[in-house]
Structures are given as structure tokens and as C-alpha cells.
């Protein structure tokens, strides 16, 4: 870059820090962005033009980058009026068969008008296009580049400010340090702390530098680490020890922060993958658990719960088609609801899927478990029978192909806590796990089904001599566990995919979480799921590798269990006998 333009670009970027100190409360004030662009496209001097583009430095004004890049494509245009005036115009829209468009005055936006108040429709080709030079160019660039600065959405604050400090355009410093003085948002401060600190790295003086790794040390975003070990190898080919100590202690303070954030991180994922295990563990601690029932169709349960989210999704949107067994089609109409209308369709799905899976559990109980309760073996057979059957019926109906359910907005975003990403449906399934303990613990402890259920689990023989019918107990308790795994389901389908095999893909994590925690025994689930995602989260964090992490699990259990085959916790099973 020659003398001539450094210096045009400083006059550029000086103006633009003026303006930005200044703005909005005094500079320009009566006038809008789109004023000060089409007075600087009848400026009489190249100069004067970029003193007025420099001046939208740090407005937020959505007519900005439109504006400019169509100053850049050639597309503004000076129409000469029949009074004499000349007005600054924007082309738009598609062109007739004379090549004429529709013309915007650019200082308000509003249609060009002719003496009668008809819209005018003008040819490029006759106007004037507004000139523009590499200079005046390069200073829309930098008002392009700061434009965010001044947004009032902080993630396009934040987004702009990175994108400065990472450019470490020292010529950019001055402006980053006069935000930096007016902002009062703490994540913005720290963000403006860490663009200054960057473009300190590559400052004239040592001095310059080792304040910057000074506040880079203290700041420790994971964000810097590589720009500070580009500054380490600066350091080390210029050998200059006290740069060499900052950057390295500027390093050693983020690799300390970052393995703080990968434990903290760890568990939380540990937490909400637990919690998961919880949720899908817990309907079978009660089929399996209190009733002593082998059931492999729990899965399944899982299956119907995720696939009616996915229909109550379709019915809130705009309806769902659905082919049985390819022969037929059934049209569900849809509500064709949006905004937040839509977005609760999670709200209501969450009974739902509870009800549907409660269902199909009752009417598997009915239909087959009441004659096969003094049969283990054959209960396990036929119920994975069963699921055999549901998962081909699922086939039928909703395709082999797995389905999309979204994640509604309330559950697709994160909070980021110092550097630590907490997804909104991760926290909402821990959260909701622990309400679903809550409220099974009260079903048992609190209700009369669950004195039923506790009576017929400790002695059937007596319970059904004191009148209680265990039949009906039998069947309202294996609906309970069922309409557990449905609400299951309904979560997995905010976390992946649906498909006729989603169930199969927990059922044996399930098993192995009721048999740790205790046959029976809901407390020692509710620990035996946590254990589980702890361990499983933190082995693969340890290992990087996911497949050696989950193997290393299964051993530990299966070592666990050779020392204490009862599970944590020791609780007498029900006898059917």
C-alpha cells in the first residue's frame, strides 16, 4: 500500500472514530442514514464523499449495507428533475421491455413521483451513475465492518467485536477502546477486553505486547489460544525471553481454564445423559423391577411415546398423510398454527405420549403378560415377540426411514456459562427427570395405587385376601411403567431422530440401570442412572473414543454386579406365586 493511501485510510478511519464517539446523540442528529448517503452522492469532492460515509461508523441502520452495495454495483443513480434538481435515486425491481425500473429516492426510501404523483419508472442507461474511488470504497468497507459494532442485539455485538479483534487491525484499536468506555453489557465488555488485548499482540513495542499477553493471561478465553501461540513462535524466533515467559504463562492459564470447562462440561453432559438413562430406565424399574416382568417390548414403549410427538408436531402444523401397509392413506388435518401457537406442541405432546405408551402397555398386559406372570421365560419370549411386531407395525405406518421431530424454540438454543455450552433441552430433561421422580415417588408413597401396588409387591396371597384386586393392580401398574417409557420417547425425539428401532437402542442400558440400582428399589435407579452418564461421559471425554468408553462401562457393571449382584440396594421382589 502506497504513503498517499495509509493515509487516506487513516483520515477514513479517523473520521469514523470520530463519528462513532459522537453518535447518535449529537453528530448528525435530525439526519437518517440514508440522508447522509444520498448527500454524500452529490458531494463535490471525493473527500467530502468519504467524510459522510465514514460518519455512518457504528450505526445500526439496516438501509446501510443495502445502500452501499449498490453505490459499489452501480446502481445509484442521479436523475436530473424538470425543475432542475437533482435527486439521488436507486433502481430496483425487474426491468420492463423498455429496460426501465422502479426508482427509490435514496434520501427516504419513498417511489420517485412525477408532477401528477405517478411513480416513475427510469433506464439506468439515461442517469448518471454515482461515481465511486478505491478510497471511497474501502471506507464503505470499514463502515461495513463496524456496523454491528453499534447493534442493539448483543450476539451481533459480540460477533462484530470478535471479528475486529481477530483481524488485529491495530488501525481498528482506537474505536474498539471508545466502546469499550461506553459499554455496559458484562459479555461485551469482556469480548471488547479480549479484541483490544489481540490487536495488542502485534503492537510496535514489546511493552505493547507483554501488556496485551498480560491481559490475555487474565482474560484466558479459549478463543485466543491460537493467536497467543502465534505470538509464542513470534517470541521464540525473535528471541526475546520476557515475551517467551507472558505468552507461555498466557497459554498456561488457558489450557487451566479449558480443562476447568471440559470437566464442568463433562458433567453436565453426565447430568442430562443420566438423566436420560433415568427417564428410560425408570417405567422399567417398576414393570420389571415390582412386577418381576421380563418385558423386551419396553422399547417399544419408548417407539410410541417419540412417534406420537411426532404426530401431535404434524397435527399443530400443516396436517400429516400416513400409508398402513402402503394400501391406503390416512390425511390427519392439521391446525396450521404458528409462532408460539406452534412452538407448544411439546407442551401437549408431553401427556399425550404419556397416555398413548400407558395404552399400549395396558393392552400388552391384557393381552399377554396376565397369562405368563409365574413364566419368566416365556414372558421374555413372547415379549420380544411383541416387539418384533411393533417395531414391522411402526414400519408400516410411518416408513422405515427415521422421522424429524423440531425442537421447538424453547428448547433449541444454550446458555453459555464461562465458556460451558448448557443446551436448553439437555436442562429441560434434567429438570423434567427429577419432577418424573418426584412425581413416581409420590404415585407410590402418597395415592392409594401406590399402597396398592407396595401391597400386592411385598404379599400377593395376602393382598388378594384383604380384597384387593391384583389383577386390576397388575394392569394399572404396568400402564404406569409403559406411560413412563412414552414420556421417555418424547424427549429422545428431542435429541435425535425417530425411527422403529429407537427403543432397542436403550433397552439394554435400561436393564443394566434397574439391575445396578437394585431390582425394585427407585432411589437406587435414580443413583444408578446418575453413576451410568457420569461414568460413560467422563471415560469418553478421558479415552476420545466413544465405543471404548461405553465397553469400559460395561465391564466395570458387569464387575460391579459380581461383587454385590443384588445392585446398590437390597429390596424384597414381589412374588406372583
Known amino acids: 500500500m502506497s504513503n498517499s493511501a495509509r493515509t487516506v485510510l487513516r483520515l477514513c478511519l479517523s473520521a469514523a472514530l470520530l463519528a462513532f464517539a459522537l453518535a447518535p446523540a449529537v453528530a448528525r442528529a435530525t439526519d437518517s442514514a440514508r440522508a447522509t448517503i444520498a448527500e454524500a452522492t452529490l458531494a463535490d469532492s471525493p473527500a467530502r464523499q468519504r467524510d459522510l460515509i465514514a460518519s455512518l461508523a457504528g450505526q445500526a441502520d439496516e438501509a446501510i449495507p443495502a445502500l452501499l452495495e449498490a453505490w ?330 427415521n422421522v424429524q421431530v423440531s425442537s421447538p424454540a424453547f428448547l433449541s438454543g444454550n446458555w453459555t456459562v464461562n465458556d460451558i455450552l448448557l443446551g436448553w433441552n439437555r436442562v429441560f430433561v434434567i429438570g423434567f427427570a427429577g419432577l418424573i421422580v418426584l412425581g413416581v415417588w409420590l404415585v407410590l408413597t402418597r395415592t392409594s395405587l401406590g399402597l396398592l401396588i407396595r401391597a400386592v409387591m411385598q404379599n400377593r396371597a395376602m393382598a388378594s385376601c384383604m380384597g384387593v384386586r391384583t389383577s386390576r393392580v397388575n394392569m394399572l401398574t404396568f400402564g404406569l411403567g409403559s406411560g413412563l417409557a412414552g414420556l421417555a420417547g418424547a424427549f429422545l425425539s428431542q435429541i435425535g431422530n425417530v425411527g422403529p428401532s429407537l427403543g432397542q437402542n436403550y433397552i439394554v442400558d435400561c436393564f443394566m440401570t434397574v439391575v445396578v440400582g437394585g431390582v425394585g428399589n427407585i432411589a437406587g435407579t435414580v443413583l444408578s442412572a446418575t453413576g451410568i452418564g457420569f461414568a460413560d461421559q467422563a471415560l469418553q471425554q478421558a479415552l476420545g473414543n466413544p465405543v471404548l468408553g461405553k465397553i469400559l462401562v460395561l465391564v466395570a457393571i458387569i464387575l460391579f454386579l459380581q461383587w454385590r449382584p443384588a445392585g446398590l440396594f437390597v429390596t424384597r421382589s414381589r412374588s406372583l406365586d
Open 72 to 401: 459499489r454495483k452501480d446502481s445509484l443513480f442521479l436523475y436530473a428533475a424538470p425543475e432542475g434538481a437533482t435527486v439521488p435515486v436507486q433502481l430496483v425491481g425487474e426491468k420492463d421491455a423498455a429496460e426501465a425500473q422502479s426508482a427509490l429516492r435514496i434520501a427516504d426510501g419513498q417511489p420517485l413521483l412525477d408532477a401528477a404523483g405517478v411513480p416513475l419508472r427510469l433506464v439506468g442507461a439515461d442517469l448518471t451513475a454515482v461515481e465511486h474511488t478505491s478510497a471511497l470504497r474501502r471506507a464503505m468497507k470499514a463502515v461495513l465492518d463496524l456496523r454491528d459494532l453499534g447493534s442493539p442485539d448483543l450476539e451481533k455485538r459480540l460477533r462484530a467485536i470478535q471479528v475486529v479483534g481477530f483481524a488485529q487491525d491495530s488501525e481498528k484499536l482506537p474505536i474498539l477502546q471508545n466502546c469499550l468506555g461506553s459499554e455496559t453489557e458484562p459479555r461485551a465488555r469482556t469480548t471488547l477486553r479480549e479484541a483490544i488485548a489481540l490487536i495488542g499482540l502485534k503492537a510496535p513495542t514489546d511493552a505493547g505486547k507483554l501488556a496485551a499477553l498480560a491481559e490475555l493471561k487474565t482474560l484466558h478465553t479459549l478463543a485466543s489460544a491460537d493467536l497467543v501461540k502465534a505470538a509464542l513462535r513470534d517470541a521464540e524466533a525473535a528471541r526475546k525471553p520476557a515475551l517467551i515467559e507472558a505468552a507461555r504463562a498466557a497459554l498456561r492459564a488457558i489450557e487451566s481454564h479449558r480443562s476447568t470447562v471440559n470437566f464442568l462440561g463433562t458433567l453436565f453432559r453426565g447430568a442430562s445423559l443420566g438423566s436420560i438413562l433415568l427417564i428410560v430406565a425408570l417405567g422399567l424399574a417398576i414393570t420389571f423391577g415390582l412386577m418381576g416382568v421380563i418385558n423386551m417390548a419396553h422399547g417399544e414403549m419408548i417407539a410410541v411415546g417419540a412417534y406420537t410427538t411426532y404426530v401431535v408436531q404434524n397435527i399443530f402444523g400443516g396436517g400429516l398423510a400416513l400409508s398402513p401397509f402402503g394400501k391406503f392413506t390416512i390425511n390427519l388435518p392439521g391446525f396450521g398454527a404458528t409462532g408460539w401457537a406452534y412452538q407448544s406442541y411439546f407442551l401437549v405432546a408431553l401427556p399425550l405420549s404419556f397416555l398413548a405408551a400407558a395404552a399400549v402397555g395396558v393392552a400388552l398386559e391384557r393381552g399377554v403378560i396376565r397369562f405368563l406372570y409365574r413364566r419368566p421365560l416365556e414372558s421374555l419370549l413372547a415379549t420380544w415377540g411383541v416387539s418384533l411386531v411393533l417395531q414391522q407395525l411402526f414400519r408400516f405406518i410411518f416408513g422405515a426411514n
